[in-house]
């Protein structure tokens, strides 16, 4: 993989680059993390970066030129353009391990009041580190080099990044080691018994309870499923492409949980009050045959996210049309108006199940008049 870092202090690099994992990874040639000063780039004869916004305000907008030119110095076709800003989307670590499969990661690193809206256009994602401000883009950048580089194969043992908190939504059970006894605080007795059975069903009741206590957010219900596909505990169960599961159902005092395991792997656990069962329905989704995730959701959350997750994606279209309109070159154009084509079909394939015919075919024609007002605009301007 490679790493290039867009920023104006790449100083702040050079410690980060230089110990533990990510020296290692780059030693090991699993990645290269070059930086870049778009400074360097700016056409400006005191190489200013920045100037006041326009409407007046407070703080120093970095301007177009300096970033597009540096991006274009180091894009390639296999690149993932990221811009790191607060009103990006909330990074996770289920969005390190997509990243770590790309070969060409571009972080942007913002700085002062922020970026000139246009340079959002040559960028593919924003992402925020969380919610708060910082300085510069710069630490939030090694945070996402930091978390998508352990995950590149062969950079650490893959048990233990697999064992860690948040996969299968769910926190990592605790850990002990010697002594057995500190100051009268003693190791679970399960832990010394030698009984692996044990240890691991120990293990994965911990992570679930853990997690119900510390962040019940992450095992609330999320997808749509088919109840129909549920059987009694134990026995197996085929559902579309999901084969040989094993469903178990766990029972306590308010709740009821299933447990998903595949060949003898725990794959999920979800957790909802059997009052609301009635609506679920269960479904597996996986990726290069294997599952990676079942998820549970009641009917109206998944209506109501998916119709936020479609409007979050035409207000990017319609962004990218506007930033079009006043462009000359007519290759942007066929791709902005292949992007609008991509968009409709992704909408049909991904999300008709929970949004139903109706509204999708109103969504649709949305997507068709933005494109419609766009052609004839564009055809205003050129004329
Ligand atoms: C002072 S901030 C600008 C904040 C901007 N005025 C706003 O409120 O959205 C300067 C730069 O730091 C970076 N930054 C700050 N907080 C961040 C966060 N939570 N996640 C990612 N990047 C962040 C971004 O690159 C941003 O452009």
Excluded at 209 to 229: A, N, Q, S
Excluded at 284 to 291: F, L, N, P, R, T
Excluded at 306 to 317: E, G, H, P, Q, T
Excluded at 369 to 377: A, G, K, N, T
Aim: some cysteine; glycine content about 6%; overall charge positive.
């Amino acid at each position: 993989m490679k790493i290039d870092i867009l920023t104006l202090f790449p100083e702040m690099f050079d410690g980060f680059k230089s110990e533990s994992i990510i020296k290692r990874a780059i030693d090991l040639g699993k990645v290269t993390i070059n930086t870049c000063n778009f400074r360097d780039f700016s056409e400006d004869k005191h190489k200013k970066v920045d100037d006041t916004p326009y409407g007046g305000g407070a703080g120093m907008v970095l301007k177009c030129q300096p970033i597009f030119d540096a991006l274009k110095s180091v894009k390639k076709e296999n690149s993932k353009v990221i811009l790191l800003s607060p009103q990006g989307v909330p990074y996770n670590q289920k969005m390190a391990y997509e990243l770590s499969k790309e070969e060409h990661l571009i972080l942007v690193c913002g700085h002062y009041e922020g970026f000139d809206e246009r340079i959002k256009s040559v960028c593919d994602e924003e992402i925020s580190i969380g919610d708060y401000v910082l300085t510069g883009g710069e630490l939030p950048a090694m945070v996402i080099t930091d978390s998508v580089v352990r995950l590149i194969p062969g950079v650490i043992d893959e048990e233990s990044h697999l064992n860690d908190s948040f996969n299968n939504n769910l926190l990592d059970y605790p850990t002990y080691t010697k002594p057995r006894d500190y100051n009268g605080m003693k190791v679970p007795e399960v832990l010394l018994s030698g009984d692996h059975e044990k240890i691991k069903k120990w293990r994965e009741e911990k992570q679930l309870e853990i997690t119900k206590e510390k962040r019940p957010d992450l095992i609330k219900p999320r997808f749509v499923l088919k109840k129909e596909g549920l059987k009694k505990s134990g026995r197996r169960i085929k559902i579309d492409d999901v084969k040989d599961i094993k469903v178990t159902i766990i029972k306590d005092n308010k709740n009821l949980s299933y447990k998903v395991t595949k060949e003898e792997k725990l794959v999920a656990i979800t957790i909802f009050n059997p009052k609301e069962l009635k609506g679920y329905k269960l479904k597996g989704k996986s990726k290069d045959g294997g599952i990676t995730k079942i998820l549970i959701v009641k009917k109206a959350f998944a209506f109501k996210v998916a119709l936020k997750n479609i409007r979050k994606k035409i207000d990017v279209l319609a962004n990218r049309l506007n930033t079009a309109l006043f462009e000359i070159d007519e290759d942007k154009t066929r791709k902005v108006l292949a992007e609008a084509e991509m968009l409709k079909q992704m909408i049909i394939n991904t999300y008709q199940d929970y949004i139903g015919k109706e509204r999708l075919d109103g969504i649709i024609k949305n997507i068709n008049q933005l494109v419609s007002e766009f052609v004839r605009s564009k055809t205003l301007h050129s004329n």
